[in-house]
């Protein structure tokens, strides 16, 4: 009898998004170019000990629409608009008012105003140099800081970012920023993601030097920063067809047959990578599960 797959279409189109292969190359990459920002600030050395001291990484690389970006730093949040001076678009700075005591030293609860807020600006400038040359073998950006203490409208932020709505999707690279004795702290970095589809050559080339410096120190304990992340893992059964009236007539106990045989390898989705499996049970025979006969899709 045959048989229909039956997905939410909106579920699975936002599940698409995330874990298309360009995407996770993207991610890739994203953490790459992220980890060598965090390096360079966590490496800074403020002459005048003006501004403390702290230990940056990568913690996250996640895809989110601009409208949930907004409601994430509403309200008591400081937006940094960065322009690239080079070619169109831009990308974001964005953090909470307790990250921004944090990187200038104010206490919890201080105010921010006046030689603070120039400090901050100096701090959130000096993450914009290192965006624009971290991503100098990517493309040249030149890009341009604006501070603003609350989030700019869209309306006038399609000035500068041509085509933004509340549903373009943003490509962010979370900052986790550590100082002993202090909360830890969190910036956001994230770029519209139709701005990387023209890069995406450069990109894939960025993605390839997390492999090649695999073995570097410094890059495998900001990976550990990211060993508790959860990874969504689904796989794929596999899918047919019914024809309206068969549907109706469904009764319990029947069974739909796939499209797939026996022998053919389940589809694994790891969080966007993808691997082939079998069917199987946990050793006590309680829980299904699914045993990797081949890492990467078939092809």
Do not use: C
């Not at 579920?11 to 698409?16: E, S, T």
């Not at 920063?225 to 969504?232: A, E, K, T």
């Not at 469904?250 to 069974?255: C, G, H, I």
């Amino acid at each position: 009898m045959p048989g229909v797959e039956r997905r939410n279409p909106g579920y699975i189109h936002r599940m698409d998004e995330l874990s298309s292969g360009s995407n996770s190359t993207q991610f890739r990459a994203l953490y790459y170019l992220g980890s060598q920002i965090a390096q360079a600030l966590t490496e800074f050395e403020d002459e005048d000990h003006v501004v403390p001291r702290a230990t940056w990484s990568v913690s996250g690389i996640e895809l989110w629409p601009f409208a949930q970006v907004a409601e994430r730093f509403a309200g008591s949040a400081f937006w940094g608009v960065i322009q690239y001076t080079e070619q169109a678009g831009g990308a974001f700075l964005l953090l909470h008012e307790d990250t921004a005591r944090l990187l200038v030293g104010a206490q919890p609860n201080q105010g921010l105003s006046g030689d603070r807020m120039a400090l901050l600006d100096t701090v959130l400038a000096r993450v914009t140099d290192l965006f624009g040359q971290a991503w100098a073998d990517i493309a040249t950006l030149e890009p341009q800081l604006g501070l603003f203490e609350e989030a700019p409208s869209l309306q006038d932020l399609q000035e500068i970012f041509t085509g933004l709505s509340g549903a373009t999707p943003m490509a962010s690279t979370t900052f986790r920023v550590a100082i002993p004795g202090q909360t830890l702290g969190r910036l956001v970095l994230t770029i519209p993601q139709p701005y990387l589809i023209p890069l995406q050559q450069s990109l894939e080339a960025a993605a390839e030097m997390t492999f090649l410096n695999g073995k570097d120190d410094a890059i495998e304990e900001r990976l550990d920063f990211l060993g508790d992340v959860p990874v969504p893992i689904q796989v794929s059964l596999g899918s047919t067809e019914m024809t309206l009236s068969e549907l109706q007539n469904l009764e319990e106990a029947d069974v739909i047959l796939l499209d797939q045989l026996v022998t053919t390898p389940l589809e694994i989705s790891l969080g966007g990578a993808k691997v082939l499996g079998k069917a199987g049970t946990s050793p006590d025979g309680m829980r299904r599960a699914v045993q990797v006969v081949r890492l990467g899709p078939e092809g």
